[in-house]
């Protein structure tokens, strides 16, 4: 059984350029969840989406990012535009059930992002 | 507002030693809080956790103790080993229940 997939697992992009990730969670769950992580920093959560519908997105920019979660294939987090300081750590994690945060809540191994 | 926090940035100890990773909080109200082990490169993963209503619990080797009347709580790993070497976080659940809130670490680091 797959954990959480994430790619690619590292991205270069250029300022002004689009930068997607994407995220395939666990067979059996269909909840994810997006976080940020800057260097020296703990992850900082962005977005939780289910099949279709974005349930709480308090911690996305409020510009240039955007989630989906489409009833086929991954949840593909995009930014449009890049500048240096969205050089990060992007995490996806995955649940079975809503409000699962415990040991059902499993983590990718994240995309490392680099603007030049 | 919600925010959790270590007290050490970095720790080090030798093989064998007990080590004890230190987080505090600040909302009164959380009620379910999880210790993370981060190894480079890769994602978080689940250590323990603990609700409010407990005050310690034990896992294999790693014990969390949760002290609300100074909204305190500790990780304690028993005779670290050097595989235990890794960024350690805590985290709170959001109010709404749907997501964590991460401290800033504290780096294990851990010598033979």
Known sequence: NAGVMQNPRHLVRRRGQEARL???PMKGHSHVYWYR????E???????????NIIDESGMPKERFSAEFPKEGPSILRIQQV???????YFC????RTGDLNYGYTFGSGTRLTVV | GESVGLHLPTLSVQEGDN???????????????IWYKQESGKGPQFIIDIRSNMDKRQ?????????KTVKHLSLQIAATQPGDSAVYFCA????AGTALIFGKGTTLSVSS
Do not use: H
Not at chain 1, 83 to 89: E, F
């Open chain 2, 92 to 95: 709170e659940r959001n109010q």
């Open chain 1, 93 to 96: 994690a995955s649940s079975e």
């Open chain 1, 22 to 24: 994407r995220c395939s």
């Open chain 2, 59 to 67: 896992g294999q080797r790693v014990t969390v103790l949760l002290n």
């Open chain 2, 19 to 33: 080590s004890i990773i230190n987080c505090a909080y600040s909302n009164s109200a959380s009620d379910y809080f």
């Open chain 1, 83 to 89: 500048v240096r300081g969205d050089s990060a750590a």
């Open chain 1, 37 to 40: 992580q800057l260097p020296e």
């Open chain 1, 42 to 52: 703990g992850l900082k959560f962005m977005v939780y989406l289910q099949k279709e």
